[in-house]
């Protein structure tokens, strides 16, 4: 990593249309990586932004009760997701296809940042066998 390389998570890379996350979740394949499930969809003729990928994070009420709690945990899945990211999409053909992501939590206790991150790069890996990116 170079030194003046910035990572960020703009909006454009943020999934909140109701249609498109009905949609992921309709149609999109999931897997587990614990202590998150991940749901994915891979369009290729969609209009894309320019990064190529759009992703939701989700902590449900009806595992982590206190909202300090679920927005600490999404905190956590966005970093890992926002300094890796630049490994996963310099894998990825750009301009070819448009990924959409979700990161649910499924553990019932709050996790450190080192499982966040084993668990996002899992996930990084095992679509990218997949879909061949």
Do not use: W
Request: aromatic content about 10%; glycine content about 4%.
């Amino acid at each position: 990593m170079e030194a003046n390389e910035r990572k960020f998570f703009p909006k454009s890379e943020r999934l909140y249309l109701k249609k498109d996350i009905d949609r992921l979740f309709d149609d999109g394949q999931s897997f587990i990586s614990y202590p998150l499930r991940i749901v994915y969809l891979s369009d290729a003729g969609n209009i894309s932004p320019a990064s190529g990928i759009s992703v939701l994070i989700g902590v449900p009420k009806k595992r982590i009760r206190q909202a300090v709690q679920r927005n600490r945990i999404k905190r956590l899945i966005r970093e890992a997701y926002r300094l890796n990211k630049n490994d996963f999409l310099s894998h990825c053909k750009q301009g070819e296809k448009h990924l959409q992501m979700a990161f649910m939590y499924v553990c019932n206790e709050v996790r450190p940042y080192a499982d966040m991150k084993k668990a996002v790069l899992k996930a990084f890996t095992v679509i990218r066998q997949k879909e061949n990116l």
